[in-house]
């Protein structure tokens, strides 16, 4: 059996519970440059607020005292997304982390009987050690657990937990669920199904397998077999990315190279990071720039620039060397940059780089190497404590608009919630 364990409103919990007065109140929460909804609680979901709405559309809620903003505060949020996943790990025999706020916990060996009292102890065990709450859907196959979940957070009084484990039960549960809920269907082809008579899940299921096949091939026939209980989407392995890539919109045109300089410096050191924790490290270094396309009345230029590493590297030196490189040959004067990001590619394992015969700098980048090592070790409250002269300081890392943010209270010693 399966278990999802899905956070509810995850980033909008996350700011409850450290500030226990939004409780019970429309919140929302922002995108970077506090440009979009990205998070709603139930309270402003039933106001009508859509997820994607901009945020000048809804701010005069706020200046009403009708809505609670919260600028995005993704240290916050990965912080407590880790606290939740290792509370799962002790208790599931294999976990598949799916996302931020989401994860698989593969039960198979476990009792059944067993299922229901683990879960529930393990909703009010994450609420309480972690403020956070959470649903669980169980049953035999992923996508089916996706349709239990969606009980478990939809109807209170299923308390959070919702498991299907009988054919009756998997046919009431499909005979209610939207086609468009299901997934692994979504926005894109509901449309086309439910104007041939599928509306619900029930519908799909009891359409012929050929049916399913030559309309949506095999990825819809493995809809089709996991609705019906039939294994077929199998525990995620972890492969390494082909590309990493940090990028970021500023909350203000720049136009000054050293600034833009920074930003690079800072995307840079951010993809040496992530090969860094994935174990790899890459060929080529690649830094694009854009400009503002929505003001025509602006000179646009949208350059790109890659540069090739003798030896793969993750060193946060190398890397930001490379990308600082790139930049010099594509950063021109008198334009208004509105967006920068970076690329490392041609990514390898760290244990699998052939080295050069001809590569004099291997004492430098054995050093580097070791620098970086250090940098992570003291960087892990993901304050970037330690970082390169290139870099902005670590307060100024993002560069992005949150007037609206709270406080690091679990990775900040300064800012740690005070009790009075």
């Known amino acids: 059996m399966y278990a999802l364990v899905d956070c509810n409103n995850f980033f909008v919990s996350c700011e409850r519970a450290f500030q226990p007065e ?45 809505l609670a903003v919260r600028s995005s505060n993704y240290a916050l949020y990965g912080d407590l997304s880790a606290r939740v996943m290792s509370i799962l790990a002790e208790t599931a025999p294999k976990l598949e982390i799916y996302s931020i706020d989401e994860a698989f916990m593969n039960m198979d060996g476990v009792s059944v009987e067993k299922l229901p009292v683990i879960c ?22 992923k996508t089916l657990g996706k349709v239990a979940n969606h009980f478990a957070k939809r109807y209170k009084g299923y308390k959070g937990f919702c498991m299907i484990d009988t054919p009756e039960k998997m046919r009431k549960a499909l005979k209610i669920t939207p086609i468009g809920d299901v997934w692994g269907i979504g926005r894109r082809l509901a449309p086309k199904l439910e104007a041939v008579g599928v509306k619900t899940a029930l519908d ?33 392995k972890s492969e390494a990315r082909k590309t990493i890539c940090a990028s970021r919109s500023f909350a203000n045109m720049i136009t000054d190279f050293e600034e833009i300089s920074q930003r690079v410096s800072d995307f840079a050191g951010k993809c040496a990071e992530k090969l860094r924790q994935e174990g790899t490290a890459a060929y080529s270094v690649g830094v694009f720039l854009l400009t503002n396309r929505f003001r025509e009345d602006l000179a646009q230029y949208n350059p790109q620039a890659c540069i090739r590493l003798a030896v793969p590297a993750s060193s ?12 010099r040959m594509i950063f021109k004067a008198g334009y208004e940059y509105k967006k920068a990001g970076v690329i490392v590619m041609d990514i390898v394992n760290s244990n699998e780089i052939q080295q050069s015969i001809f590569d004099f700098d291997i004492k430098e980048r054995e050093r580097d190497d070791k620098i970086s090592r250090v940098m992570d070790m003291v960087n892990k409250s993901g304050k970037n404590v ?10 100024f890392a993002d560069g992005i608009r949150r007037d609206y943010c709270s406080k690091l209270y679990s990775t900040d010693w300064n800012q740690l919630l005070e009790v009075k």
Not at 120 to 126: E, S, T, V
Not at 129 to 141: H, K, L, M, R
């Open 316 to 327: 946060t030196l190398e890397i930001v060397g490379a990308a600082k490189k790139a930049l």
């Open 386 to 395: 330690l970082r390169l002269a290139a870099q902005r300081p670590g307060h």
């Open 22 to 66: 939004l409780e019970g109140r429309p919140v929302v929460v922002l995108s970077n440059n506090d440009g979009c909804v990205v998070a709603r609680s139930n309270e402003s979901k039933a106001m009508g607020i859509k997820m994607g709405t901009p945020f000048f559309k809804v701010k005069y809620l706020v200046d009403e005292g009708e």
């Open 120 to 141: 529930r102890c393990l909703i009010k065990k994450i609420r309480q050690w972690t403020g956070i709450p959470v649903s669980v859907g169980v049953a035999s196959t």
């Open 204 to 236: 799909f299921i009891e359409r012929p397998v050929e049916w399913v096949q030559a309309r949506m091939g095999i990825a819809g026939e493995r809809t089709w077999h996991e609705l019906q209980g039939i294994r077929m989407v199998e525990d995620e």
